[in-house]
C-alpha cells in the first residue's frame, strides 16, 4: 500500500512525524545567531547522548564519512594498525586505513561471532599497534563486541582505540570517557532517529596527540577545524540546516525518554524478537544472546524457503523492509532492525507479519507460536 | 516576523514548498529498487545541469566536501598546484591542497577583481604544474572568473583545471565538456533550491589519469567507488535519502523551467540589481558588469552608515538576510544574493526593502529611484 511503509533495516530508520516536520522548514542561514543558539543545544545534547565530556563532531556526511574523519585524522603512510574483523563494517576500517597506507592486520572472526578479548591481548603482546579499530555493533552480522574489555585492553598496549559505534550509539549503553574509548564514530540514521546525512566523531585527549603527528589530515574532516567550531557554537563549512533542524527535535525526544529508557527499550525488543524468532524454529546467526547487537537480528530462513522470497512477500503483503544479507551472507540470512524509533508494538507487528509469510511460503510450524512468545515476553 | 524570513544570501538559498515536502517524506532504504530509480533519473538530470557527458558524482556533504574530493583524488605530496585567487573560496583551494602536501603557488588579484587570462599564460610557461585550480563565481566578493578562456590556457599548458562551481552551476552557463574544465564542482544549497547537505563533482578522462597516479585518494570521497555506484545508479556509502527526495524534485523543476530561462533569469535579476543599486549612488565591489557574479553582488555601504546596521534593520524591519562581507571585508561590504528559487518579484522587494532601510538610517539619495530603475529595468 502506497506511503505504509515500515521500515526494519538496520538504517535508514522510522523518522518520527516532529523531525520529518521539523526538517522540511525553510532553511535559514547557517551563521545567523539563530542557528548558532540550535547549535549550541544540539552539541549539548549531543554530548549527553555520546555520554562524554568530550567535544562531538558533527559532519554533513553518511557514518563512513565519521570512519574516514577517524582514520585520516590518525594516520601516517607506514603507520601499524589492527583492525578486529566481525564483518563488513569491521572490515571497512581496515580499508580505510589501507587506503591512506597503513599496515594493517587484522583478527577476523566468522559471522555471527564476536572477538575474544585474549586473541586481542596476544596480538598486542606479539606486536605494537598504533591503531586498533572496531565495531560495537557489527550491522551486517548483529554481533556486539565487548567493546569496555576489548578497549581496556588497547590502553593497556599503548595503542589507541577507534570504535565504529554507528548502530550502537543512542540505542545501545556506550561509555567512551568511562570504558576508555579513544574515538567513537555514529551516524544520523540510525538510533538518532533522523534521515541520513549526519555524522558524528568524539575524540579524547589521548587520541588528539596521536592526531598531533598525522601529516596529511583530512581537509573536509578535519578535527581542528571542527573543534574550534564547536567550541563557537559553528561549523567550519556549510552546515546541513535542514537535517540539524532534524536532529535537534530527535535529541530533544532522546533526553525527554532518557538514555537509560531507550537502552532498555532496545534491549527489550530485540531480545523479545529473538525469543519469538527462536520459538518459531528459527536459527538466529548470533546463537548467544549476550553477544547479539540489540540494533539488529539476522536470521536464517527455514530450509526450502528462500530469503527473496521472504523480503518480497514482507515488502508486498505487508510494507515491511527488512534486510538482506551482505557480500557473502547475502540470501543466507535476512537481517531485522529494532532500531531507534521503534515501540512494543512493532514487535508484535514484525513477528505476526513473518509468522503470515512464512507460513504462506509453506513452512511448517506451530503457526501463532511467534507472536504468542512476544505478547508472554512483553507482558512478563 | 516569525517564519516571514526571506534569504538573500549567496546560500542557503530559499527552496520551492514542493521540494520541501518531497524531503518531509519517510525516508526509504536507500538500497532498495525504488530508490535506485530516483538514482537513475537524479544522476541523468544531474548530467543535463552540468552539461556534461561525464558522471556526476553526489556526495553527502557540503560544497567544501566536494572541493576536499577534488583535490584529495588528485593531489600526492610535493606536487606543484596554481592556485588562482579571487578570494576567500579561491584560497580555500590552496589550502586544501597544501594540507595534502602540495606545493602551492597564488596569483592573487585585490577583492572584486578578476584574474587575468594573460597572467595565467605567463605563469604557465614559467613553470609546469600538474594542477591549477580556479573559481567561477566567488561567493566572497561576487567576481566571476572568464573560465572558458583560462581553461583553454590551463589545457594548452598541459594542466589539469580543477574548477569551484558553487554558486555557478545551474545559475550561470558553464560547460565542463566544451570550455574544457577537467574537473568541476557543485553544492546544493545554491542555484539547485535545496537545503545544504548533498555536492557534486564532475570530472573527464584527463583528470582521471592525473587520478590514477594519486597514492592515497579520499576514502569516503572516492572517485572510483562513486563512478561504479552511479553506473549502477546506487551510492557506494548510505545516500543523504532525504536530501535525494528534494533533489529530485528541484532538478525536475530546473528542467521544466531550462537551463537558458534560468541562466537569464540570474542575469537579468543581477544586472537589474546592479544597475538599481548604482542609481541610489551605491558603490559595487565589483566595478564591471562583465566581472560581475549573477549569483551573488557585493555592495560597499554609502559613507556614514554602517553594514551591521544595515543588515540588521533589513532583517528586524523586513525579514531580509544579507550577507555579511567575509575575513577582510568583514563590515566592509554586504552581499545580496540572487541565486537558485529567485523571481522578478523579489527583485522589487530586495530593493524597495533596501531603499527603505538606507532612508531610515539617514543616507541621502534620491529615494525611490532604486525602485524606479528595477521597475524600467524589468519593464524594459
Chains 1, 2 share one sequence.
Not at 31 to 39: N, V
Not at 148 to 163: E, L, N, P, Y
Not at 212 to 219: D, T, V
Not at 257 to 263: A, K, M, V
Request: hydrophobic share 40%.
Amino acid at each position: 500500500m502506497k506511503d505504509k511503509n515500515f521500515l526494519m533495516i538496520p538504517g535508514p530508520t522510522p523518522v518520527p512525524e516532529s523531525v520529518l516536520l521539523a526538517m522540511a522548514k525553510h532553511p535559514i542561514g547557517h551563521r545567523s545567531s539563530e542557528f548558532s543558539k540550535i547549535l549550541e543545544e544540539v552539541y549539548a545534547n549531543l554530548k549527553y547522548v555520546f555520554q562524554t565530556e568530550n567535544d562531538v563532531f558533527m559532519f554533513a556526511s553518511s557514518g563512513t564519512g565519521a570512519m574516514d574523519a577517524a582514520i585520516s585524522n590518525l594516520v601516517n603512510e607506514g603507520d601499524d594498525v589492527l583492525s578486529l574483523v566481525l564483518g563488513n563494517f569491521g572490515n571497512r576500517w581496515a580499508k580505510i586505513a589501507a587506503g591512506y597506507g597503513a599496515n594493517v592486520d587484522k583478527i577476523t572472526v566468522n559471522a555471527g561471532e564476536v572477538i575474544n578479548p585474549e586473541d586481542v591481548k596476544n596480538k598486542l603482546a606479539e606486536k605494537k599497534y598504533k591503531i586498533v579499530t572496531l565495531t560495537h555493533s557489527e550491522t551486517s552480522t548483529g554481533a556486539k563486541n565487548d567493546v569496555k574489555t576489548i578497549c581496556q585492553i588497547i590502553r593497556d598496549a599503548g595503542s589507541i582505540s577507534v570504535v565504529d559505534g554507528v548502530t550502537s550509539v543512542s540505542a545501545m549503553d556506550v561509555k567512551p570517557d568511562e570504558w576508555g574509548i579513544d574515538v567513537l564514530v555514529s551516524g544520523s540514521q540510525k538510533g538518532f532517529m533522523i534521515p541520513p546525512g549526519l555524522a558524528f566523531l568524539t575524540a579524547n585527549e589521548r587520541a588528539w596527540k596521536v592526531h598531533e603527528e598525522c601529516k596529511h589530515p583530512s581537509f573536509y574532516f578535519s578535527w581542528d577545524a571542527h573543534r574550534k567550531s564547536v567550541r563557537e557554537n559553528s561549523t567550519p563549512y556549510t552546515a546541513a540546516v535542514n537535517l540539524i533542524f532534524a536532529l535537534q527535535e530527535a535529541l530533544r525526544r532522546i533526553k525527554e525518554e532518557g538514555l537509560e529508557n531507550i537502552f532498555a527499550r532496545h534491549e527489550r525488543l530485540a531480545l523479545g524478537l529473538r525469543h519469538s524468532l527462536r520459538a518459531m524454529g528459527l536459527e538466529l546467526l548470533v546463537k548467544d544472546d549476550k553477544n547479539a547487537s540489540y540494533s539488529i537480528t539476522s536470521v536464517l530462513p527455514p530450509e526450502g524457503i528462500s530469503v527473496p522470497d521472504i523480503r518480497s512477500h514482507m515488502t508486498k503483503d505487508f510494507d515491511i523492509v527488512v534486510a538482506n544479507g551482505q557480500n557473502e551472507l547475502k540470501d543466507k540470512i535476512f537481517r531485522m532492525g529494532t532500531l531507534g524509533f521503534v515501540s512494543d508494538r512493532d514487535l508484535l507487528t514484525a513477528v505476526s507479519s513473518l509468522e503470515t509469510v512464512l507460513a504462506r511460503l509453506g513452512y511448517k510450524f506451530d503457526v501463532g507460536i511467534g507472536t504468542k512468545t512476544a505478547i508472554e515476553w512483553l507482558n512478563k
